[in-house]
């Protein structure tokens, strides 16, 4: 058995499955979970997962490679999406990045923080082009009309969370702006 | 009392007015937009604000809908208090957050927590509107209806969003929701409802715009024991959030037309596939279904018809291509999101090989009116060749942004100057984006162009989704087609070569153009390279990647020739080929910018000879800050300060400084100095 899901957590892997059945159109569903889980997809997990559905390992990475959503390395506490569609383009968005990353401290090339903390990644569109440029936070926090003095104060506010309270609680709901996340932590150090 | 499925249309129709009575009584109401632009910008404390204030007038005020109750309603109502409830998006949500006020319909904009006892005691008191909350501040303007935002609308399908409490079935039914399925149910075969809506002419939503009757019709007609109906919510085309916004402000309104359409084709399964990016829609939509199946109008024998349908919800997983049908189908199966050739067409060979009928939601969401009041009705708007309304996502450089509906046939200028409120800032217009990466950019001349679905054919674009992303003279459009390439690039599936390589090798080109590398020759084989990727890519993705590119080029071949020749932007936009100046004129030598930039390339102007001042201030300029204690700020008669200049060499062309300027002092100019291959700066001849 693999260290990092022994126990506990290896016990949710079997409820996220038998919870969606074992049948091949179940997998997206279950790495989603998965993903909700442990915050990115363990290749542990991904073996485990073919063998439960019965699925070639190979047929299962493909699809967890295939989709943006999900993300075979371990990611931050908190993941800030720069909107990057077309009318954040056009409204500025690439010094919005810039001053995400600047302030989440970010080396070139990087996308995680070491600490992981921050991840920060431009994405396409999130829907919410009329207050553009937009930045998200774990998907559920919107943040419009976002300047670079703002973003860093985002980030700022962020990292001031994560040190007052480092393992999230469970949130409620889907919180947009000021509302609360749903923080899908169940794993605290999956990392590991 | 309401747990009770409903029987027959007849007891749908009781329950219906029963309903409708009590909603009569929920006057006066107070109702807070909570689409995702509003709550973005503190709806929620609004909301919760009112909660409050209204509870020092009167007990328990966020009625959440106690339709059950028209008694207790009632009581409330004399005790002299209002309803609160949240809606989806209310259109205008530039100046969100929004709150509408029934009856009357005001319109107020931009409302905080603090705005909130003002407008209670107007409610509670009747005094009319609180004018300095309406969006002109003007009395003849206060209802949503008299704003010129709203002027050009003609809102049919959206015409509960943001009006009602989306994803709750008691008030969908108040306004007489799920009567076009009870009447598709037991007036019509499914025969006659394909009829119906081939008469209207109703065209596909999602992009191509394909007679949705025809689609039908085929789906029927194809062989087969089990057939599929999916409503296809995966919108994914930057700039665009009209499926968004219908499916979080009237979730039912969709759901109603998904299940019309599984009767008419004969399907008794369905599926919503949403964009996990979208999670509001996704949990207002699989409400809407635990609840409609709670009702019995989904699920076996829906209104005692003996039509049986089952609805599933789907979530995307983040990827462009599975909006394609072939590959939406891929993901559902639990495979790779790759597009597979056509024919056969999902209506033939769909999920897992049957026969498959595929709509975009805001297609559905177009069906329960249509069915209603029939096609002569739905025909009352909009051209013969596209008839009906169409909901815009109106983004970018423009006054008003928000989610508009207009009939078929409006024009641009309707659209952009009316809705719209023309460009931001009092920039020039210089283009629309129109139909995200498969459409194309237009320009002032189509201005009074009618939009449908032939008109901008023509004109090389394409309605598509319906996102309108406008952009003024500040924007490149080389940028602007690299951008859209870099886009399709990165979401190609890689499945075909001609797109996979096709996109990848116009990247490259327009990349080299932006950078002021490239030259004519790269320009022909662009063209050339546009023209065969279009011919031979398997998918739409592929297919339409070219688009931007080439309307760019027919619009804007100019600005290609000044990149490609001189290595000039004329808009100074592309960051390679321009350089920051500040205007010392304008600058009042606050050092903000300073602040701001990351190298150090912003210093004080030395005071003898008006240049950077070298390297003496370069390590502290980065956080020297704003100049306060200069002693010159103490002095009555303040003498300007020192303004403050830029480095080109050093200057790394983050934008930071001209975001920081209080005045607009820092500008971009075409570029002054360029890097030769050794890395050293040259000067250019084109410096100024
Ligand atoms: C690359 C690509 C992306 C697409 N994305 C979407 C989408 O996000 N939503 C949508 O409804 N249709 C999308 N379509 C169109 C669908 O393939 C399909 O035509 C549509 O859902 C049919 O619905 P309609 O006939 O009601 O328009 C896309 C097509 C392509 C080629
Ligand atoms: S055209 Fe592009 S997206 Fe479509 S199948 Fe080919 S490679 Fe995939
Ligand atoms: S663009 Fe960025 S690097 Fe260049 S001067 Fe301005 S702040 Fe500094
Ligand atoms: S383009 Fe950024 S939210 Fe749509
Ligand atoms: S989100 Fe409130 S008006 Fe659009």
Sequence with gaps: MVPAFEGRRFEKLNDIIERNGRTPSSLIPILQEVQEEYRYLPEEVLTYVATALGLPPSAVFGVATFYAQFSTEPKGRFVIKVCDGTACHVRGADTVHFAVRRAAGLEPGRKTTDDLTFTVEQVNCVGACSMAPVVTVNDRRVYGDMTQKEAAALVERLRKEAEEEPVPTEGAGDGVGTAGERAADGAGGAAG | MTDRRIEDRRELEMLQARLARALETLRPRIIVCEGTGCLAKGAADVRRAFIKELEKRGPGIDLDLALEDPDEVERRREMGVAAVTPSGCQGLCQRGPLVTVEPEGYLYVGVRPDDVPDIVQAVVEGTGPVVRLLSDRDLSQARAADIDFFRPQERRVLAWCGRIRPGDIREYLARGGYSALAKALTEMTPD????????????????????????????????????????????????????????????????????????????????????????????????????????????????????????????????????????????????????????????????????????????????????????????????????????????????????????????????????????????????????????????????????????????????????????????????????????????????????????????????????????????????????????????????????????????????????????????????????????????????????????????????????????????????????????????????????????????????????ACPKGAVRRVPRKTVRDRSGAAATTAAGD
């Design chain 2, 192 to 659: 006659e409802v394909i009829e119906e809506v081939t008469a209207a002419g109703l065209r596909g939503r999602g992009g191509a715009g394909f007679p949705t009757g025809k689609k039908w019709r085929v789906t029927r007609d194809a062989e087969g024991d089990k057939k599929y109906v999916i409503v296809n919510g995966d919108e994914g085309d930057p700039g665009a959030f009209m499926d968004r916004c219908l499916l979080e402000g009237d979730p039912h309104r969709v759901l109603e037309g998904l299940i019309i359409a599984a009767y008419a084709v004969g399907a008794d399964e369905g599926y919503a596939y949403v964009r996990a990016e979208y999670p509001r829609a996704v949990r207002l939509l699989r409400r809407a279904m635990a609840e409609a199946e709670r009702y019995g109008l989904l699920g076996e024998d829906i209104l005692g018809s003996g039509f049986s349908f089952r609805a599933r919800l789907k979530e995307g997983a983040g990827a462009f291509v599975c909006g394609e049908e072939t590959a939406l189908i891929a993901s559902i199966e639990g495979r790779r999101g790759m597009p597979r050739p056509r024919p056969p067409f999902p209506a033939v060979r769909g999920l897992w090989g049957r026969p498959t009928c595929i709509n975009n939601v805001e297609t559905l969401g177009n069906v329960p009116g249509l069915i209603l009041y029939g096609a002569a009705a739905y025909r009352e708007v909009g051209t013969d060749g596209s008839p009906g309304t169409k909901i815009f996502a109106l983004a970018g450089q423009v006054e008003r942004t928000g989610l508009i509906e207009v009939p078929m046939g409006s024009t641009l200028r309707d659209v952009i100057f009316g809705a719209g409120g023309g460009i931001r800032g009092g920039k020039e217009f210089k283009a629309v984006q129109i139909g995200g990466p498969s459409g194309g950019c237009l320009t002032s001349r189509h201005l009074d162009l009618p939009l449908d679905y032939e008109s901008l054919k023509e004109a090389g674009a394409m309605i598509g989704s319906g996102g309108l992303v406008v952009l003024d003279e500040d924007s490149c459009m080389v940028e602007v087609a690299r951008f859209f390439m870099s886009f399709v690039q990165s979401e190609s599936c890689g499945k075909c070569v001609p797109c996979r390589e096709g996109t990848r090798r116009m990247l490259e080109l327009l990349t080299k153009m932006t950078e002021g590398t490239a030259t004519k020759a790269d320009l022909e084989l662009l063209e050339e390279l546009a023209g065969s990727v279009r011919e031979s890519a398997l998918c739409g993705l592929g297919k339409s990647a070219p688009n931007p590119v080439l309307t760019t080029l027919r619009y804007f071949r100019d600005e290609y020739l000044a990149h490609v020749t001189e290595h000039r932007c004329p808009a100074a936009a592309c960051l390679e080929l321009v350089s920051f100046e500040i205007d010392p004129e304008k600058c009042i030598g606050c050092g903000l910018c300073a602040k701001a930039c990351p190298s150090g390339a912003v210093r004080q102007v030395d005071r003898a000879d008006g240049t950077p001042d070298g390297r003496r201030r370069a390590e502290g300029a980065g956080d020297a800050g704003p100049a306060k204690k200069s002693p010159a700020a103490k002095g009555k008669t303040r003498k300007k300060r020192l303004p403050y200049a830029i480095d080109d060499e050093l200057c790394l062309r983050c934008d930071a400084c001209r975001a």
